[in-house]
DNA sequence: CGACCTATTGATCGGACTCAAGGTTGGTGG
DNA sequence: CCACCAACCTTGAGTCCGATCAATAGGTCG
């Protein structure tokens, strides 16, 4: 059941807000004026805030100003309730940073479609959507505002690809980004004698080369099909769109963003002064890490040789060598092209040395 | 001169606005239905839209749709123009993405602040900020609105370092982020044998660590001073908030972590398959292009051995015989501990090759 | 001016790359 | 269904780059 927090100094409004939305079943918590509400917030963590702009103690304002302060309430959706819809009150609210506003009085469908609207939104990009087409579509959907739907779903057109294909080339321009729903693809970069060095491995859910998009629209890595994929290509405009729009969705790209970074940097860290022994090892988990999450310990993961060499920076011949001594020091064992670890324990203690 | 593009059926209104407008020395583009302003601004990229939303032929929402959609026409400032404030045609344009509105009848006065306070704010951001103290608190004041300024600049407190103080470490929790004003600051990551490898350089007008304030708000790397710095802390909160709130904001961070990410990317592949001798010769190129923009040729660049050996990922002694045979075949001087680049050309060829 | 830190050079050693040559596997066509 | 081809995997030998240890020279700061 979800919880709301109504703010509001009188309290026949109050009383009857609170009514709709109990009928409604929402849990309401009721605070009578600013400073009680910030409290109760911080206390209880509500999914979704009602606010009265002109209030004894602290106003609207401040109590949207302090929940914005820290981080577990600053995500919390904010709807104003005020009395007229005096517009520079309200774009003062919208700057701060409300995502909605109410005016009094309000009928019992607006208020809880508002709310509804709020709540659904702000679910979708909490919990990270579904990895699948579905999943993108509804994202794609929300995040538009239902207004925009109808020329979006005509512009989604699926491509399939076979192993070995090449999604797009490194410097190509990208005018569509493909969004993964079925197989696996790997993303490389290539130094001018022709090695290639694996930048990223990419699963169901994952948009494709997002990184070119905003650097002038050409891609900075090269992506391939890895086995039988399917994408669907979002054309690079409404991703932008999305982007520079939605402050949601720029935030859930910031947080992608760095957290891929702090993977790249510990990867540097362990490119420069890590033994390829190690490196193997860490690689090896990650691999299983994403890859076999589903088949949980039977299969391993199935990888060339030549791929796997890639992502840790070596030679093949290197990488070969050192996977002979693990299988031989029993850490992992090998089944034609599958890899399965068989002490994660002991590979972790050597991954992390 | 700025130009701004208005977008208005009623001739009447149009004239009017237009000649208000003019007297305030902008340039006016006229244009009176949606189709003709979107070609217009297409064409012409002004510097602000003002729309009407009740039109013939395409109306408001549509313009703002169709400039939403390519990049260049995105992030032109866009403010509604309405007869009635009504609240649904308000909210669903501010979803949409506009900036502001007015509602007609609006004073001189009205229309010229909104204008204005968007121009300002939208060149901010396209231009980049000052790299300095000044620039920071314009940036802040202009991010969080001018209300919201008093207890701002009293939290601005600045703080000095020697050479080789630690600002964080790796783990530390940051409440404040510093922002670099002046001196140079070296980030760096350790691994479990000691060894330093340097992930950052930064100048004044850089935030240091910000990447740790997303993952849960811990520093993900230590931060050292290179020479005499000062900084000055800014609340982590503030970040946030700016962050969530205001979409140039997210925008200006995006573009910064992606622009970072692609250098993290090419680091990568270079340490992977490029020696030490090309990598030397690119982190020298580097460090030249970020520290000595300022006193052009004559000093070169002043950095410790260890620190170079820990910027290019290698044992310190390597790192000083490559530099011996780079001066013997004349690519590089060096007096004491600046190092000055000699043969530019034949240097990048090498960093290239 | 001396102690300490930093830069440099030398000698040695080992890990990882290259080249080369067999094995395996899997897919295809007869 | 089998044979064959091609792609991939594996092992061996030799070489070289770069790390390490050790010792000396040069600068810098109290």
Do not use: W
């Not at 702000?122 to 109808?150: C, H, I, P, Y």
């Not at 890590?274 to 299969?299: K, T």
């Amino acid at each position: 059941m979800k919880t709301i927090l109504l703010i509001e100094d009188d309290a026949d409004v109050r009383d009857n807000t609170a009514e709709i939305l109990e009928l409604a079943h929402y849990r309401v918590l009721k605070a009578q004026n600013g400073k009680q509400g910030v409290d109760l917030a911080r206390k209880e963590l509500p999914d979704l805030v009602l606010c009265d702009i002109m209030m004894p103690e602290l106003d609207g304002y401040g109590v949207l100003h302090m929940l914005g302060r820290s981080p577990e309430t600053a995500e919390i959706p904010f709807i104003f309730l005020t009395a007229k819809a005096e517009r520079s009150d309200v774009r003062r609210g919208m700057e701060l940073g409300a995502d909605d506003y109410l005016t009094k009085p309000f009928e019992e469908s607006e208020l809880l479609n508002a709310i509804e609207g709020r709540l659904k939104r702000s679910d979708l990009f909490r919990k990270g959507f579904d990895r699948t087409l579905n999943g993108l579509n509804d994202f794609m959907e929300q995040a538009r505002g239902v207004s925009a739907l109808e020329d979006l779903s005509k512009d989604r057109k699926t491509r399939e690809y076979g192993r070995k294909d090449v999604l797009f080339h490194e410097g190509d321009e990208l005018r569509q980004i493909p969004f993964l729903v079925t197989g696996k693809v790997r993303t490389f970069k290539v130094n001018n004698e022709g090695k290639e060095f694996v930048t990223g491995l990419h699963v169901p859910g994952d948009f494709i080369g997002y990184l070119g998009l905003l650097e002038g629209g050409h891609a900075t890595e090269t992506a391939e099909a890895l086995e039988e994929t399917e994408v669907a290509l979002v054309p690079r405009e409404d991703l932008l769109r999305l982007l520079y729009r939605d402050r949601d969705v720029s935030m859930r790209f910031i947080r992608m963003l760095s957290q891929e970074m702090g993977e790249k940097q510990e990867r540097l860290l362990q490119l420069a002064y890590a033994s390829v022994r190690q490196r193997v090892a860490q690689a090896l988990l990650q691999l299983h890490d994403r890859f076999s999450a589903d088949h949980s310990e039977d299969l391993g993961v199935r990888i060339s040789r030549d791929d796997l060499a890639a992502i840790v920076g070596t030679a093949t011949e290197s990488l070969i060598r050192c996977l002979t001594d693990l299988k031989d020091e029993g850490l992992i064992s090998t089944q034609g092209r599958d890899i399965r670890i068989t002490d994660h324990r002991r590979l972790q203690k050597l991954a992390n040395l």
